[in-house]
């Protein structure tokens, strides 16, 4: 029976990785060993930070709506429950973008609130 060379398979696996890791810094974008752990790295904080994003996100809707209600006399808290009992459905994105872009709307919406 024939040995088998497994050496083509292992390049071809070493090229993937390396590959991959084009554009990091040092040994990380040529040596096989460091770009593997890079590009293992890299994946896990991408995978970690589109949860992230998402958080971060609404944390900043909620900053900016309780910006702009404050000079209109109410409270992003006090805001969002009076919207929720009046039953308006316009997310926190929705309403940042409201609050950025169309005042006199936000205006109406906050009316709405109190």
């Not at 554009?23 to 930070?49: D, E, I, P």
């Amino acid at each position: 029976m024939p040995r088998v060379k497994r050496g083509e398979n292992a390049h071809r696996r070493h090229r993937k990785v390396v590959k991959a890791a084009k554009g990091y810094r040092g040994l990380r974008s040529t040596n096989f060993r460091a770009a593997k752990n890079a590009v293992m790295k890299a994946g896990l904080n991408s995978y970690t930070h589109r949860r992230t994003k998402k958080r971060e996100f609404r944390k900043l809707w909620i900053a900016r709506i309780n910006a702009a209600c404050r000079p209109l006399g109410i409270s992003y808290s006090v805001m969002i429950n009076g919207l929720s009992k009046k039953d308006v459905m316009i997310n926190r994105k929705m309403l940042a973008e409201l609050a950025a872009t169309e005042p006199k709307a936000f205006e109406a919406v906050v009316a709405m609130a109190k």
